[in-house]
């Protein structure tokens, strides 16, 4: 079986005990054989994100720190010492394949404030459409301990959200979720599918592996993870990475856990918008604005008939019909005020009343969903 087979937009998310060596270099072999199947993946038309721990791990060594730094300073200096070398080393390691690879850096405000959650969401699909393969990590130098992830396994579940991504992919110490702790637990039974995590299934998930000296998360963590994943459409994988061509394996038929999705991801992040977000203000609509919409059609301004309420760029809107019913429901692409402006215009007159280029879309088709 084949766990990745028809997947399109992939996260894997490499942890710093696979990517960090005993002597707290990057394992320069293993990176190797793992962009080697990533460019695979690539060279099968397939979208590829990485979240990879190992910054800080690298720091320490830089700045001559502990195996273990206690400090939130000394591990946001790390940080900022290692986040280079852990660059570099994915660069070096892709280049050979043609791939570029791309920085992201990420808190909790950009995935849990919906403005910055769209604009990293923007970035990381033009990244995508350029071939790029994002290399995603926590801001760790920034982050405080009240916007941290925490650890990487929820950084990676969020970024799998915010792409849409179709199968998330958590290289760990084991092969996957097991009854009890295999390395305690000579009778833990492997567990090679979930299609819902039940207090049962959070019952056999064991702590940090505090024998790898720097990852902090463990399997509590990846169901966690798994659940996020879950509820945005995406199925989650947690697999051995500890071997050459970890993904390569996988493929293979090598044993592993796989958390089943609840759902699509269009029709988690439809979900999201309509029942999960708060409307700041509405729009109504003309009659041939509401037939092109229920065609699944974008909101142009020329079907715009008014604009009310005070909201931003990102913030969902009620549409509404010419009799004054909810029709849908959406994430605006222009503020109130610039709203206001292009509202019953062509496509072609928008620049001429807004003094600069703007969408064509008041809401655009994939971020509206209809509700009446």
Known sequence: MNPL??????????????????????????LADLAGDLARLRGEDRQVLVVSSGAVALGRRRLGLGARTSSLPEKQAAAAAGQSLLMRAWEEALEPHGLRAAQ???????????????????????????????????????????????DNDRLAARVAQMAGADALVLLSDVDG????????????????????????????????NAAAGVGVGGMATK???????????????????????????????????VVAASTTPAQAYKAWIAGSLSPRGAVAVDAGCEAALRAG?????????????????????????????ELARGLAAYDAEDARRVAGLRSDALEAALGWRGPDELIHRDHLVLTG
């Open 223 to 257: 169901l966690a993870a798994a659940r996020i994943a879950q509820g945005a459409g995406c199925a989650t994988i947690i697999a051995l990475g500890a071997r050459p061509g970890p993904l390569a394996a996988l493929e293979g038929g090598a044993r592993a856990t």
């Open 177 to 208: 979720l097991y009854t009890a702790d295999p390395r305690r637990d000579r009778a833990a039974a492997h567990v090679p599918q979930v299609e819902r995590i039940t207090a049962e299934v959070e019952g056999w998930a064991t702590g940090a």
């Open 297 to 325: 059609r974008s909101l142009l301004p020329a079907g715009v008939r008014a604009v009310e309420g005070r909201f931003e760029k990102g913030d969902a809107v009620v549409v509404r019909d010419a009799s004054g019913r």
């Open 104 to 150: 992201v850096l990420l808190t909790r405000d950009d995935t849990e404030t919906r403005r910055r959650w769209l604009n990293a969401r923007a970035t990381v699909e033009t990244l995508l459409r350029l071939g790029v393969i994002p290399v995603v990590n926590e801001n760790d130098t920034v982050a405080t301990e009240e916007i941290r992830y925490g």
């Open 5 to 30: 087979a028809g997947a399109r937009r992939i996260v894997v998310k490499v942890g710093s005990a696979l990517l960090v060596d005993a002597g707290g270099d990057v394992d320069r072999a293993w």
